[in-house]
């Protein structure tokens, strides 16, 4: 089956560096995604990567290893608004996009 | 541009009643999506459709059926509502499937009484 691991919550303090993790097993794999989502609010696209490496957009970067299955969404310079949930998601051969069942953040002052 | 829209935003239904969710988009996108999100469960995928006219089963695609008639619409029917299907629907678009950059509608909260 497919399926997609993050960790549930994550805890960091305002202003430091917080790094979520997610590994993932699907029928084929064309590209690791990340989104936030506030309470109450819809998805919003962050980052994506198709190829191995580190893409960084802002205070946001993604990892990915695809021969690991395994990438990583890095936040730097914590801010309070930057507390919400976050998902990997992958395209499958099929072209469904999977979803993870989201890291909620919490950010301490 | 309005982006990606959804109606209803909230609905209450009996059990057994029916209903269909619209989602239109104006970004000309050829692939949409409609997905459900229960607490802790993350986003499931219901259906999709790769283009006009097409569809295909997601995830979780039992009690929905769904139809792409138009390109800048997809419309979610549930033909006899469950009270498991108490979720919040979100609909997405997205350019086309070699992009993940899926654009997300502001959701519709459903009630099954």
């Known amino acids: 089956g497919q399926s997609l691991e993050q960790p549930s919550e994550v805890t960091a303090v305002e202003g430091a560096i917080v790094q979520i993790n997610c590994t993932y097993q699907?029928?084929?794999?064309?590209?690791l995604s990340w989104y936030q989502q506030h309470d109450g609010g819809a998805p919003t696209f962050l980052s994506y990567?198709?190829?191995?490496g580190l893409e960084e957009t802002g205070r946001f970067s993604s990892f990915l290893s695809r021969s690991d299955s395994y990438g990583y969404l890095l936040l730097q310079e914590l801010q309070m608004k930057d507390s919400a949930s976050y998902f990997c998601?992958?395209?499958?051969?099929?072209?469904?996009?999977?979803f993870g069942k989201g890291t909620r953040l919490h950010i301490l002052p | 541009n309005a982006g990606v829209t959804q109606t209803p935003k909230f609905r209450v239904l009996k059990t057994g009643q029916s209903m269909t969710l619209l989602c239109a988009q104006d970004?000309?996108?050829?692939?949409m999506y409609w997905y459900r999100q229960d607490p802790g469960m993350g986003l499931r995928l219901i259906h999709y459709?790769?283009?006009?006219?097409?569809?295909a089963k997601g995830e979780v695609p039992d009690g929905y059926n769904v139809s792409r008639l138009k390109k800048q619409n997809f419309l979610l029917g549930l033909e006899s509502a469950a009270p498991s299907q108490t979720s919040v629907y979100f609909c997405?678009?997205?350019?086309?499937?070699?992009?993940?950059?899926?654009?997300f509608g502001p959701g519709t909260r459903l009630t099954v009484l």
């Open positions: 997405a678009s997205s350019r086309t499937g070699r992009y993940n950059t899926q654009y």
């Open positions: 998601a992958v395209r499958d051969r099929d072209d469904k996009i999977i």
């Open positions: 990567n198709g190829l191995d």
């Open positions: 699907t029928s084929g794999f064309y590209g």
């Open positions: 459709s790769v283009g006009e006219g097409t569809t």
């Open positions: 970004m000309n996108h050829e692939y």
